[in-house]
């Protein structure tokens, strides 16, 4: 049972807004204000955009052929706070929104704009929806999911209320055995009267403390807290007490020795412990539980192994594979296949320092970060604790911690997992992870800490492997020459810029055309030419225009000196950017939040160019500088901070995973370095959990997320909502990689993510052959703005084994640029192009003017 001790003040909850609350917090649901059954018809409700509206047996059926359909009605609600609340169903999987206005807040707004999630599975389910309204409401607009689809609604209603003014914040505690802090938050501008437990405690505005004295005859123990105010709805929050050093008496544990750990089992099935070196370095504590309640368990047999417990309906199996391998299986015979999933487990524990965090497609978390954090996102979707199972991208997650490496794998998508590092749900020291579901089967991996060099990387590598290595590539949409015809189609229509008679980098159809200026861009050149066979007729180039640069159109068009001359420019750029200390620094806005100036993705990028100019030029310089950040890229270990143009610093990024990568991959082809190798591998890894790894709809597999955060720290926000030129950006530095590792098939990766490309490219209409920006998932929905298809084109020809971007050839102190394979043998270069066309090399620095005959041999003077 539970004592207050005492109350502390509102001082004493300073910072605590950067602790997490799991617990949502509550609605009050007062009178009714108005309400609409359709018993008679769809009242004042219209259909207003991409949508048409009926009454029908009693519901408003709403079916609905365009991308963004919404109806609406007035009405005339008194000033105040208000919850809609609704009966709905739809055909559609997304988010469905309510937009209102009011007499002192006219007009929509993306500011006045509330989301829930539809369901998307036919079922009905009631939905409370609070919104703020100054002034009093007058317009209240549904927008249901976009697409061809019905909504129907059975009610809606509008009610007084809104959030409760009171909260249960946050629990701490500074030692296993001394008494948790409470942190009560009073949302409301005066004095709130409560008690806690049945103690009285007046609240002031802000945070208050109290005290708790938890006292547990046992290491585990359930705790309730109730808080109550008159006229309120009472509050509840539960957690688990977890003391896992308590040695007090009690039944010996069963012990089982697995490689380096020693593994004890509370012979109730309760916890586990696992121990190295007689040293607490992670737990399951508890094993399974079902909304605060362990089932009774006993082991069937507790000599053998693995063991099985069983009691209350549950079948737990605990078992090992591997040296460091924990394996876990929960059943409960007493769940219907229609039930909501009824327990959790295993809870898993670790103790000591973060080091390196993860979630895969959710959270990525460098030495002493905060699992959902405002770092990344400031809006209430911060709260990453119990993410959507579509969002989890590889079922992984991870903590290192000084004590242990310890990863949670699991094969059942559908499992809902949950993470806090540190724990945030319970009064226990460490970080927390779990799995919820009806049957549960996992495995979990105990490797050494960080300060005996385990990492994240390789529970990444472990993870893949342990579901039999890379999924299966997802099936190409078209043959070969229809996906020709089709990124042609967007060099001819969309993409085309007819003022200069060149490309546009993207577009928004019937919005805008995204600004270019000057010369056509060489990077679309190439990918025309490369899928013609012909250098279109320009007057100009000018570099860039794709996510990877190609300047094959340089060399095709007689301009391989000017090439050499912007490459040169660019690279002086960078290396006059460099600090002594190797590194690249920002300083913008983006900066905001985070611990340093600088990070992997904003040194990985310069690193990668730098050291790619020194493979096509031979410049020394660029070498010695690529090298130099190299040195200092090493320091990171989080890939983070590649997009400062509109996502923050801190953020982890898939782009930094590719930059690092595919820089790491040159130093080693350019030295021989087997160290940079290494490091090649390791970033490679830090971006598999940014690859989806499973799917259930038709455009999933291989699809990529670009970042574990939102643009502008608000919206969108990128979990759960790929963007797949990030992936082809990635995928380009995993070919590079391929010839020189296997720790995994980096090739199938990069085609995975290659033909899940061409699988979002628009079929047809305005934006044909082009790749949407972003894909939804859910509603598997194309979204602007559309970029050209040059990443594509480019990846599908180094998979198909097809000439693309620049080749270099080095021996005996000579090197040679091509558009087209070439090699080296004795005096000569040879090139394999296309008879009868004229093209430029460089030779040993020199531009070579060539007129192929399909296999071209160049003399080389002598070194």
Partial sequence: MATLAVALGPAAGAGIDDVPNPVPRALVVGAPLARWDFDAGVADWRARHHCRIAASDGLLVVEHDGE??????????????????????????????????????????????????SGGDGQWREHDVPIDVSGTLATLRLDPVGGAGRTD???????????????????????????????????????????????????????????????????????????????????????????????????????????????????DGSWVRVERDGRTVAALAPLVHAGGRLPTLSPVDATAWPLLFTGDGFHVTLGSD???????????????????????????????????????????????????SRLDIETEEHLRFEPDPLDVTLPLMACVTDRAAVAIAWLDPSLQPTFA?????????????????????????????????????????????????????????????????????????????????GWFHAIVPGVRRM?????????????????????????????????????????????????????????????????????????????????ENTASGVCAKPCATLLEHARLTGDVESLAAGLRGLAFLGRFRTPRGAQVWEVPLHTPDLLASAYATWACVRAFELTGDAAHLAEARRWALTGVPFVYQWSDRPIMASATIAVYGATNWRSPVWIGLPVQWCGTVYAHALLRLAPHDDALDWRRLAEGITVCAERMLYPDGPSIGCLPDVFDLRTQRRLPADIHPGVVVSLRRQLDGLPDGLFVARAGGRRVVAPFSVTIAGDAARVEAVPGLRYQAIVDGRVVDIESLGRDEIPLARP
């Fill in 68 to 117: 963004d359909p919404y109806l609406g009605t007035p009405v005339h609600v008194p000033a105040g706070d208000v919850v809609v609340r609704l009966r709905l169903r739809s055909e559609r999987e997304g988010s469905v929104q309510i937009f209102w206005s009011s007499d002192e807040q006219p007009g929509e707004s993306p500011e006045r704009v509330v989301s829930f999630a």
């Fill in 153 to 267: 609604i059975d009610w809606i209603a509008i009610h007084g209320g809104g959030w409760h003014p009171l909260e249960i914040a946050a629990l701490e505690a500074d030692a296993p055995t001394g008494p948790a802090r409470v942190h009560l938050r009073n949302h409301a501008p005066h004095e709130q009267s409560a008690t806690i437990d049945g103690k009285p405690v007046t609240l002031p505005p802000g945070i208050t403390t109290v005290e708790v004295e938890v006292a547990a005859a046992h290491p585990l123990a359930w705790h309730t807290i109730h808080l109550e105010s008159p006229g309120l709805p009472s509050i509840e929050r539960g957690f688990w007490v977890y003391r896992p050093e308590d040695t007090r008496p009690e039944e010996a544990p069963i012990s089982r020795r697995i490689g380096g750990l020693d593994v004890r089992i509370a012979r």
């Fill in 322 to 372: 591997g040296t460091d391998v924990l394996t876990v299986a929960i059943e409960h015979g007493g769940t219907s296949p229609d039930a909501e999933p009824g327990f959790e487990g295993p809870v898993v524990r670790t103790f000591g320092r973060l080091e390196q965090g993860l979630l895969a497609g959710v959270e990525y978390l460098g030495r002493d970060e905060r699992s959902s």
């Fill in 421 to 501: 590092a540190p724990d945030f749900v319970d009064l226990a020291p460490g970080h927390r992870m779990s799995l919820r579901g009806r049957h549960v089967t996992a495995a979990i991996r105990v490797g050494p800490g960080w300060t005996d060099g385990g990492r994240l990387e390789p529970a990444i590598l472990w993870a893949v492997r342990r579901r039999g290595g890379l999924p299966p590539c997802p099936s190409q949409p078209r043959p070969p020459e229809d996906q020709i015809r089709l990124s042609l189609a967007a060099y001819e229509g969309p993409i085309h810029d007819a003022d200069n008679g």
């Fill in 515 to 595: 600004p270019e200026h000057g010369a056509p861009f060489a990077d679309c050149a190439s990918a025309v030419f490369r899928l013609t066979g012909t250098m279109p007729p320009l007057e100009r180039l000018q570099p860039g225009g794709g996510h990877v640069s190609d300047p094959t159109s340089w060399f095709v068009s007689g301009r391989a000196a000017e090439w050499r001359h912007h490459a040169d420019a660019e690279a002086a750029g960078l290396r006059g950017a460099q600090q002594a200390d190797g590194s690249w620094r920002y300083d913008g806005p983006y900066a905001r939040g985070h611990f």
